[in-house]
C-alpha cells in the first residue's frame, strides 16, 4: 500500500477509476500515434474531474492542489495518459491567483461546464528553452488591444484548447534591469483571433504538442493578465503547481507499471519455479518501489505546503525528479521483467515506458532541478 491510497481519498480514487475504466489498454493503443483522446477527455468533463481546481462559486470542484493531485495519479495508474488535459490544471493558478474579476467571471464558468477548455500554455520557443528570460515573442500595444508576434514550441494541445495562456515579451531583454522584468502574462479565446499557425509536432509519445506562429495576431486590451511585466512571477505559481501535478503522474505510472510487472514475475515459471522468485528480477522492482514510495512522501508534502499558501519550489522540484527517476526505474524494470513481451504494444509497458520518460526532461529538465537545488537550496555558487 503506498502512503497515497489514504482512506480519506478512497472515494475520490473509486470515482476517478470508474471514469477510466472503459478506456483500457485497446483504447489508448488505438490512439497512437498521435491521436486525440477526445471520448476520454469528455468522459472527464463530464463527470467534473477537469473543472476540479475551478472554486465552487464559479461552478467547479474548488479541490486542493492534492486532491488535483491524485486525479491525476490516478488516470495514470488505471492505464491512461493524463497529458491529454492535464494543462487545465496546472494553468489554472495563474488565472486564479492573478486574473481579474472579469476575466475569472468570463472563463471559469465555462471551464467548469465544460465549454471551454483550457488546455494551451504558451512558454517556450525554439531559442529559449529552459531559460524563459530570452522569450522573443513580442506583444506590442495596439489600438484594439495587443499584437503579437513570434513563435511557441512545445505548446502541447493547441489544436484542441480554446483558450492558451501566453507569456510575451512587452518590454525588449535589452531595456530591462532584470531578465525576469518585461514579460508579461496574457489568456485568449484562440477561436476569436487570426493569424494563428498550429503545427503538430510527432514524438516517440502521444502527446499532441504543437508548434504555434503569430503573425500580427490582435488579442483584446483586457486579456492582459495582473499588471504588465510581471508575468513571469506570476507564471511561477503555476509551475510549481505543474510540478507536483507531474509528480503525481509519474507515480502513478510506477503504480501501473509495477502492479503488471509483478503479476507477471508471479505467473511467468522458467525452469520450474516463477521467475519473481530470482534476485535479479524482483530486486529492481523492490527498489523501484521504494524509490516511488519515497518520491511519493515528497509529493504530499510539496502539495501540502501548495494548499497552505506556504512556499515550495524546493519541495515541488524534488518531487518531480524523485518521482521521475522512480517511474523511469520502475518501467525498466517492467521491462526487463516481461522480456521480449516488455516490447509487444498488447502488453502496455513500452506505453507507458515511453510516456514517463517525458518527464526527465520536461516541464523542466531534472539537471535544472538539481541547480536549482544547489544553489537556492544548499547555497552552492550559481552553476549555469
Not at 489514504?6 to 491521436?35: H, M, N, T
Not at 497529458?83 to 493558478?93: D, E, K, P, T
Not at 489600438?143 to 512587452?170: C, E, F, P, V
Request: hydrophobic share 40%; glycine share 10%; with cysteine.
Amino acid at each position: 500500500m503506498l502512503l497515497t491510497e489514504k482512506p480519506e481519498y478512497d472515494d475520490l480514487r473509486d470515482g476517478v477509476r470508474q471514469i477510466c475504466a472503459p478506456f483500457d489498454g485497446a483504447y489508448w493503443q488505438g490512439l497512437e500515434p498521435d491521436s486525440y483522446p477526445e471520448e476520454f477527455v469528455q468522459a472527464l468533463t463530464d463527470a467534473g474531474y477537469l473543472a476540479a481546481l475551478v472554486p465552487e462559486e464559479y461552478g467547479g470542484g474548488g479541490a486542493t492542489l492534492t486532491e488535483a493531485s491524485i486525479i491525476l495519479e490516478e488516470i495514470s495508474a488505471s492505464g491512461g495518459s493524463p497529458s491529454a488535459c492535464h494543462a487545465q490544471m496546472y494553468v489554472m493558478g495563474t488565472l486564479l491567483r492573478h486574473g481579474s474579476a472579469e476575466q475569472k467571471a468570463r472563463y471559469l464558468p465555462g471551464i467548469a461546464e465544460g465549454t471551454l477548455r483550457l488546455q494551451a500554455f504558451g512558454v517556450t520557443e525554439p531559442e529559449a528553452g529552459s531559460e524563459t528570460t530570452r522569450i522573443r515573442t513580442r506583444a506590442e500595444r495596439v489600438a484594439d488591444g495587443w499584437r503579437i508576434n513570434g513563435q511557441k514550441i512545445w505548446t502541447s494541445r493547441a489544436l484542441y484548447s480554446d483558450l492558451m495562456l501566453l507569456l510575451a515579451r512587452t518590454t525588449p531583454y535589452e531595456e530591462c534591469a532584470k531578465p525576469t522584468e518585461g514579460l508579461s502574462a496574457f489568456i485568449f479565446d484562440m477561436r476569436s483571433v487570426t493569424g494563428m499557425t498550429i503545427k503538430p509536432i510527432r514524438t516517440m509519445m502521444n502527446h499532441n504538442t504543437t508548434e504555434v506562429f503569430f503573425d500580427d495576431v490582435v488579442i483584446p486590451g483586457d486579456a492582459l493578465i495582473g499588471e504588465e511585466g510581471r508575468g513571469f512571477r506570476y507564471i511561477l505559481d503555476g509551475m510549481n503547481a505543474e510540478r507536483i501535478l507531474i509528480a503525481s503522474e509519474c507515480i502513478g505510472d510506477g503504480r501501473f507499471v509495477l502492479e503488471r510487472a509483478v503479476d507477471y514475475a508471479n505467473g511467468r515459471e522458467v525452469f520450474g519455479r516463477p521467475i519473481g522468485a530470482n534476485q535479479g528480477v524482483q530486486f529492481p522492482l523492490a527498489r523501484a518501489y521504494a524509490s516511488l514510495r519515497a518520491a511519493d512522501l515528497v509529493r504530499f508534502d510539496a502539495a501540502a505546503r501548495y494548499d497552505q499558501g506556504e512556499k515550495c519550489a524546493a519541495e515541488a522540484n524534488m518531487a518531480k525528479l524523485l518521482a521521475s527517476e522512480a517511474s523511469w526505474a520502475a518501467a525498466n524494470a517492467a521491462i526487463d521483467t516481461h522480456g521480449g513481451f516488455g516490447f509487444a504494444v498488447e502488453y502496455d509497458i513500452e506505453r507507458k515506458f515511453r510516456e514517463t520518460r517525458l518527464y526527465q526532461v520536461a516541464p523542466i529538465n531534472n539537471n535544472l532541478v538539481l541547480a536549482y537545488l544547489g544553489q537556492h537550496v544548499l547555497g552552492l555558487p550559481k552553476s549555469y
